[in-house]
């Protein structure tokens, strides 16, 4: 079975930083996009960050424009998200998520997924 398997996540103060990794199991990224999402409690999930499979215009949530950055390292077959400035609002279980030559930030439209990783914030 295809899936992707997170790591990274944990509890850190306001205003700290945090780097989420997600590794594919039989697969490779290769000509996937690749894509972070995020479920806050009592809140529908949200995409955060794409980016396409031919690595072009990564789109950014507003809320996380100029602190978080997405990451592929193909010759490692990992992906990342870097979280910086971090707030009590980014609290949540975020997601990674990957779809085959895919250009979209649209939950729809990815196949795999990651298990899930909290990332909790304290003020």
């Known amino acids: 079975q295809l899936r992707l398997v997170e790591s990274g996540g944990g509890l850190v103060q306001s205003g700290g930083s945090l780097t989420l990794s997600c590794t594919p199991s039989?697969?490779?990224?290769?000509?996937?996009?690749i894509g972070w999402f995020r479920q806050a409690p009592g809140k529908e999930r949200e995409g955060v960050s794409c980016?396409?499979?031919?690595?072009?215009?990564?789109y950014y949530h507003d809320s996380v424009k100029g602190r978080f950055t997405i990451s592929r390292d193909n010759a490692k077959n990992v992906m990342y998200l870097q979280m910086d400035s971090l707030k009590p609002e980014d609290t949540a279980v975020y997601y990674c998520?990957?779809?085959?030559?895919?250009?979209?930030?649209?939950?729809?439209?990815?196949?795999?997924w990651g298990q899930g990783t909290q990332v909790t914030v304290s003020s």
């Open positions: 039989k697969f490779t990224l290769d000509h996937y996009a």
């Open positions: 998520a990957a779809d085959h030559w895919g250009n979209s930030c649209h939950q729809r439209d990815y196949d795999y």
């Open positions: 980016i396409s499979s031919s690595d072009d215009n990564p």
